[in-house]
């Protein structure tokens, strides 16, 4: 088979969210925001793995489904760069699908 695994890829930091960007305003909103950050952003669709910062490369996605996010400090050419993750986070909550704290079981 030739299904890669992507988490092989990632740094031990990365961090992971689930998305949903289900149309072409909510596409253009968001790769606009990532492309305000240094930070290495990355949507994830099972085998695929395209540069959140591309429109082209997002919308080659089937965007109608949750959609994986991973989120990894800047890449080396970038080492004078801040890491910006929790702030492009907070820029994209609303389009966040798995932030909500998970409530116990009664």
Do not use: Q, W
């Amino acid at each position: 088979d030739n299904m890669v695994d992507m988490t092989k890829h990632r740094s031990p930091d990365a961090i992971e969210k689930t998305i949903s960007i289900p149309s072409i305003e909510a596409v253009k909103e968001f790769v606009n925001i990532a492309a305000e950050y240094t930070c290495d952003a990355t949507i994830e669709n099972g085998r695929y793995a395209i540069d959140a910062k591309s429109i082209l490369g997002v919308f080659s996605l089937d965007v109608t489904k949750p959609l994986t996010l991973v989120l990894e400090t800047p890449s080396r050419i970038y080492n004078n760069k801040v890491d910006d993750r929790n702030d492009f986070i907070e820029a994209i909550r609303k389009f966040i699908v798995d932030d909500e704290p998970v409530k116990a079981e009664k």
